[in-house]
């Protein structure tokens, strides 16, 4: 992935100056300290900035690992709604295509006639009304509703 331009500007604006704030540092505390790691007997001399600048790293490694221990409950939450997702997505598909062939299926089927098991009739039933004459009786169309 690119960094834009302006954050890798301001990336260099921050990290110049601490540069040369850990490089004056370094060469302001050249003078050595004794480490004493008691119960051992193990004294070293050991120069001051190595043992502030270790101990920075330390700490930011420390931090670091912390960080992304914490994060793991994030990570599995987005992993998993990651599958869910390319779940639903097969899903969707499975049932456009689905939805294709069942559509598919009915134009063969409207385009190809079928010969119905009893014709309809031709004209309408006569029907004998009370007073004796015969009145037509017309049925509504199939698809009105």
Sequence with gaps: MK????????????????????????????HA??????????APEIRLFAVILGLLTVGVVWGGIAAWLAASASRRR?????????????????????????????????????SAPFAPPTSAPSVTSEGGGTAQRALPPADAA
């Design 3 to 30: 960094k834009p331009l302006l954050l890798k500007i301001l990336s260099w604006f921050v990290l110049v100056p601490l540069g040369a704030a850990m490089v004056v540092f370094s060469v302001v505390n050249r």
């Design 78 to 114: 987005s992993r998993d709604a990651k599958h869910r997702a390319n779940a639903a997505e097969a899903d969707a598909r499975q049932l456009k295509d689905r939805i294709g062939r069942l559509k598919a299926d009915l134009r063969a089927a409207q385009s190809v006639p079928t």
């Design 33 to 42: 300290v004794t480490l004493d790691f008691w119960p051992f007997d193990y």
